[in-house]
Nanobody, 123 residues
């Protein structure tokens, strides 16, 4: 089992930045590909980004367009998502998740999920 807990969400104005964190515990964090998904009201859960267990490579959702950066600190068993130039359409609950697959992921690919953290971007 891997337990995941997100933090760092909140209310931000359009154009602003937020940094999300995901603290992991349980099985070896460094053995997993870690990912961020998001889900807006009334919409399906959407892939944001994932990062290889080594931290050397990452995939991003097409909407990201260089605004977000995923990173991880295996020593601290923590995953991050730096979000810049936020837009109102980025408003969603952001979830941290873990899997052993490394590609542009779907929600069904993930083995473990956090409970999410809400990001609200005002216009």
């Amino acid at each position: 089992q891997v337990q995941l807990a997100e933090s760092g969400g909140g209310l931000v104005q359009a154009g602003g930045s937020l940094r999300l964190s995901c603290a992991a515990s349980g099985r070896t964090f460094s053995g997993y590909v870690m990912a961020w998904f998001r889900q807006a009201p009334g919409k399906e859960r959407e892939f944001v980004a994932c990062i290889h267990w080594s931290g050397s490579n990452a995939f991003y959702g097409e909407f990201v367009k260089d605004r977000f950066t995923i990173s991880r600190d295996n020593a601290k068993t923590t995953l991050y998502l730096q979000m810049n130039t936020l837009k109102p359409e980025d408003t969603a609950v952001y979830f941290c998740a873990a899997t052993t697959q490394f590609r542009r992921l779907k929600a069904d690919d993930m083995n473990y999920w956090g409970k999410g953290t809400l990001v609200t971007v005002s216009s």
